[in-house]
């Protein structure tokens, strides 16, 4: 059974910092893609960063310079480092897990962590 447990969100002052966790497990955790997502009320589901399998890294142009990501294949898990929030920043944040076997993709989602970014 694949699980991605998010941890981390809250409440925070704009200008200030979170920093997002993502647990994997029941996956070949080093083989995927990783990723963070965020939703906010009324808007589709974007992409924040990911991180690939090699250690790839690529931003969306709202968080560059701002978030960072990193992954520990070790641990299995995956961080966003979130400084300078911003009150735009403020969604639900998903952790994915992705892969391409054979033309197939696989993908599997947290249940996501609502951050708040508010004075």
């Known amino acids: 059974q694949v699980q991605l447990v998010e941890s981390g969100g809250g409440l925070v002052q704009p200008g200030g910092s979170l920093r997002l966790s993502c647990a994997a497990s029941?996956?070949?955790?080093?083989?995927?893609?990783m990723g963070w997502y965020h939703q906010a009320p009324g808007k589709q589901r974007e992409l924040v960063t990911i991180i690939n399998s090699g250690g790839t890294i690529n931003y969306a142009d709202s968080v560059k310079g701002r978030f960072t990501i990193s992954r520990d294949n070790a641990k299995n898990t995956v961080h966003l480092q979130m400084n300078s929030l911003k009150p735009e920043d403020t969604a639900v944040y998903y952790c994915?897990?992705?892969?391409?076997?054979?033309?197939?993709?696989?993908?599997?989602w947290g249940q996501g962590t609502q951050v708040t970014v508010s004075s």
């Open positions: 029941g996956i070949s955790f080093r083989r995927y893609d």
């Open positions: 994915n897990a992705g892969r391409v076997v054979g033309g197939v993709r696989s993908a599997y």
